[in-house]
Structure formats: C-alpha cells, structure tokens
C-alpha cells in the first residue's frame, strides 16, 4: 500500500508512520490548519504581552501605585489578563503573567510582582 504526503502527495518511502515528505510539507500543512486559530490567539497574546510590558514599566521596583488613565493612555486592555488571584481579605487580584493590579478606589491601582511564578 502507497503511503502519500499529506501536504504536497509525494509518494512517502521509510518509516511506517511517516505523515509528510519533508519539514517543509509539515510545516506548510500545520500553518493552514491552524491559520485562523492562530491569528486570533496571535492578536490576545499580543495584547497580553503588551499589557505584562506597562504593568513591568510601571513597576519597576516590585510594588507601586497608578491610576487608570496612566494606564489607559499606554495603551492597556483591561479585559485581557492571565489569571486572577483571590486574598484572604476577598480581594481580587488580575495577573497578566507574573505582573498584576489591585482595583483600589477613585480608578487606581495597587501594582505588583508574583515572584513565586
């Protein structure tokens, strides 16, 4: 039984379980299948790393304290963060990696670093 390519349909000699002719073939096949998936998880982890890069900006020394405008006018998306984290007090805390925001009142915020991540 003729095995073929999945990408170009060159005939595939070797290994049994070979899928693809070359790294290129490979390559070329995964790119399409996963083109539409791939620009939407392009554009949000953009804004996750753009989000982690203000938030390192403003808080250089570990800890610091901003308000939402500050943060609004570098560009900041409030709605893209990598997880959440709940204190003890019942106080949320939005992560974009290992940097994060504390809401406080009047539209500011309490900035810090999870160094355990």
């Known amino acids: ?67 939402k405008s500050t943060l609004l006018s570098r560009g900041f998306e409030f709605k893209y963060f990598t997880h959440v984290f709940k204190n003890k007090e019942g106080k949320i805390y939005y992560f974009c990696y290992e940097y994060g925001y504390l809401p406080l009142e009047h539209e500011f915020f309490a900035l810090v670093i999870n160094k355990n991540l």
């Open 1 to 67: 039984m003729d095995r073929h390519c999945l990408e170009c349909g060159a005939k595939l000699l070797g290994r049994i379980d070979q899928k693809f002719c070359s790294d290129q073939c490979r390559n070329t096949y995964n790119n399409r299948l996963n083109k539409e998936e791939t620009g939407y998880m392009k554009q949000i982890d953009r804004a996750l790393r753009k989000n982690r890069r203000i938030l390192k900006e403003l808080n250089p020394e570990g800890k610091a304290k901003t308000n």
